[in-house]
């Protein structure tokens, strides 16, 4: 949200690109990220483009391990997603409530079925991450997928500049496989057996 007003405001000024940049930049700095070893200020747009990135992949983990479904039930959800339980389904807990998408299962009468999964309160906030995410994208380009995104630039975060003509097109497995090895890296996470621990799309 600090990235797109301030690129709306250095545009109004009819400013010079570096200029631009530099605004920009600036105002994403003066929001600190907290984390949960300690408070991280944004060095450059790669560092904010990798950030991004990270959260994604983070948000994909809390879905397919939380939930259960597959890759591409998942690279499928769409907005408005999530519809609270009814008091008869949930059993008095006000917590629950149920992805509605549609399941990817290759046997007849299955694939593309609507379905309805069980969803706790982290992945109901991993796809309110998603939302705000994709927000400007759907915006942009009148769809409704959770997962648009355009090709990811070397020097950062230019697809969300409200300007932006870039393609729009849904992650794809691979892309998300490639997150998912760039955040175990990121958190460092510990060896099982003497290997290292991976995050897998399956």
């Known amino acids: 949200e600090h990235y797109i007003a301030a ?5 109004a000024r009819g400013v010079h690109w570096d200029r631009y940049r530099q605004h920009v930049l600036q105002a994403v700095q003066r929001r600190p990220i907290h984390l949960p070893d ?13 950030l991004v990135s990270l959260l994604y992949a983070a948000c994909f983990v809390v879905i397919s391990y939380v ?3 597959r890759v591409s039930e998942i690279l499928a959800l769409r907005v408005g ?3 609270p339980m009814t008091a008869e389904e949930n059993n008095g807990c006000d917590e629950l409530a149920v992805i509605v998408g549609s399941i990817f299962k290759h ?7 609507t379905h309805e999964w069980v969803v706790p309160p982290p992945a ?6 998603l939302e705000a995410l994709s927000e400007p994208h ?26 932006s003509t870039a393609p729009l097109r849904l992650a794809s497995t691979e892309r998300i496989y490639s997150a998912l090895a760039k955040l175990a890296t990121w958190l460092d996470l510990p ?11 399956h």
């Open 7 to 11: 690129c709306k405001q250095a545009a």
């Open 38 to 50: 300690g408070t991280r200020t944004v060095e450059d747009f790669t560092d904010l483009s990798m």
């Open 67 to 69: 939930v259960g479904s």
């Open 81 to 83: 997603c999530i519809r």
């Open 107 to 113: 046997e007849s009468g299955y694939y593309g079925r």
């Open 124 to 129: 109901i906030h991993a796809i309110g991450v």
């Open 138 to 163: 759907r915006r942009r380009s009148g769809r409704t997928q959770l997962w648009l995104r355009t090709r990811v630039h070397r020097r950062g975060c230019f697809e969300w500049r409200p300007e």
């Open 191 to 201: 060896t099982y057996e003497g290997k290292p621990w991976t995050l897998s799309t």
